[in-house]
């Protein structure tokens, strides 16, 4: 996965060296300045239980300083795929959806915790929607 991490342009980040994250961090805003785009998972890990955590605001912080919107993607049915801490893959549908971007007016943090929050909802309410639905057949589920 190196390898191909690093010819899509990956960024990667230490989180062990707080210097080195913030030159990721730094690096990642040039970037996204440049016209790329970047995918953050906001939680920062894989879920071991398949609910979503508090997100981190690494990603509300770079879209901020950037002054670029932020598009909630929510990615349903990896979990079925492969685990946390397993390296055995199952075969699976998943489903991406994508919602509409949002923006971050200024440099008010507490206005870009606000939407990230917004974000965290929305991709929960998409998460949530996946579960009254048989995914795989693409119909409602019963609820009990």
Same mark, same amino acid.
């Given at each position: 996965m190196g390898w191909a991490m690093s010819a899509a342009g990956y960024?990667?980040?230490?989180?062990?060296?707080?210097?080195?994250?913030? !030159?990721?961090? !730094?690096?990642t805003?040039?970037?996204?300045?440049?016209?790329?785009s970047i995918v953050i998972?906001?939680?920062?890990?894989?879920?071991v239980?398949? /609910?979503?955590?508090?997100?981190?605001?690494?990603? *509300?912080l770079l879209a901020q300083r950037a002054e670029v919107p932020m598009v909630p993607v929510t990615i349903v049915g990896t979990r079925d795929i492969i685990r946390k801490g397993s390296? !055995?893959?199952?075969?699976?549908?998943?489903q991406i959806i994508v919602s509409p971007y949002v923006t971050i007016d200024g440099k008010d943090t507490k206005k870009g915790n606000d939407v990230l929050q917004a974000?965290?909802?929305?991709?929960n309410? /998409?998460?949530?929607?996946? !579960?009254?639905?048989?995914?795989?057949?693409? *119909?409602k589920k019963k609820r009990l």
């Open positions: 960024i990667p980040v230490e989180r062990n060296n707080r210097k080195k994250s913030y !030159l990721a961090f !730094l690096n805003i040039e970037s996204v300045k440049t016209g790329n998972f906001p939680e920062g890990t894989r879920s239980d398949g /609910n979503i955590g508090p997100f981190k605001k690494g990603s *509300q390296m !055995l893959i199952h075969p699976g549908p998943i974000i965290r909802s929305t991709i309410k /998409n998460f949530e929607n996946y !579960l009254k639905t048989d995914f795989k057949k693409g *119909q």
